[in-house]
């Protein structure tokens, strides 16, 4: 015999009680380890992690230059949002400070619109510099995949242009473009980014151009660029102004030969930009962390102001043995 069911079509079992927030005190004491679930899910239930101590309405407003101290100790670090939020929070009890640390994602906002102050302007003279651009990886595996499976479509870089002074080995310009932006298109960009007289600028053959030697010739400066192999001396039809020192560096190469002219032009020294790209790759990250191209231009800035931190407080010194 079958026997009506006057109840739900679908009985469902009882919803468990919701559980309480955690009070500020418990807060502060999980914050340090915001990288571990228990935080996270702790800041979930207190509304996507709201500032503690905050009493509502509008939020504090932090300065730029304490936004710059959080982010350059994530780059130095190599640490992401939350981690550096715990960082400082830790930071600050141990040295026993009573300020409120910014919530990860005031970083994250403010990072967009963050001012970086200009990189200091170097001392003792005109700068020689030494002009090179790199990768820096955004999306995508790492080589090892790449080279087994291929590249992946979502594979994006990233182009720093970088312009260091070969005497103290100082960065003292840098640009973030898209890695479809030539090497030679943002050279005078970086000149324009340099306030110091400057004396000369070696840089390889990517920046072989009339237009190169046109913007370094405008800055009273020689420049020591190789030209290419069967590089023509006649400038483009419709140029007026022709700039003399490329034809002027065919007609020496092939009077003397290419490794005398580099002897004479002093054109090594433009391996102190590979140097300085290295040290950004190994001292901060052969990638960036951020998504957007706001804040990956300000984490490239805080990066290069760090490294030049580095760079003042001493540079290794070779000797020759034997």
Known sequence: MIHAWDGPAHPQAPRPEAEAPLPDHEL??????????????????RG????????G????????MAILCALSLRAVFGLTLRQTQ?????????????????????FSRRAATLTVPKLARPSGGPLHLAVDATGLKVHGEGEWK??????????????????????????????????EVHDGAELEGLLARTDAPIAAV????????????????????????????G????????????????????????????????????????????????????????????RTFDRQKVEA?????????FTALDMPRSIRIG
């Not at 996507?48 to 009493?55: D, I, M």
């Open 28 to 45: 502060a004491r999980l914050q340090p380890r915001a990288g571990r679930a228990r935080c996270d899910h702790a800041l979930d239930r």
């Open 48 to 55: 996507g992690g709201r500032r503690l101590g905050a009493a």
């Open 57 to 64: 309405g509008k939020g504090w407003r932090y300065s730029d």
């Open 86 to 106: 715990g960082f400082l929070h830790d930071l600050t009890r141990l040295l026993g400070l009573e300020i409120t640390v910014p919530h990860y994602s005031t």
């Open 146 to 179: 790449v080279r087994v499976h291929g590249p992946n479509r979502r594979r994006v870089w990233r182009k720093l242009h970088l312009a260091v002074d070969t005497r103290t080995g100082a960065l003292v310009a840098h640009a973030l473009t898209a890695s």
């Open 202 to 229: 070696c840089a390889d053959k990517a920046y072989d151009s009339f237009d190169c030697h046109a913007a370094i010739l405008a800055r009273d400066a020689q420049p020591v660029i190789p030209p290419r192999k």
């Open 231 to 290: 590089a023509a001396i006649l400038p483009p039809p419709g140029r007026k102004e022709v700039p003399p020192t490329r034809g002027a560096a065919v007609d020496r190469i092939a009077e003397v030969g290419r490794d005398t002219w580099k002897a004479e032009t002093g054109y090594h020294r433009r391996s102190l930009a590979e140097t300085a790209m290295l040290r950004y790759k190994t001292l901060i990250s052969p990638s960036l962390r951020s």
């Open 301 to 309: 800035a805080v990066a290069v102001r760090c490294i030049n931190r």
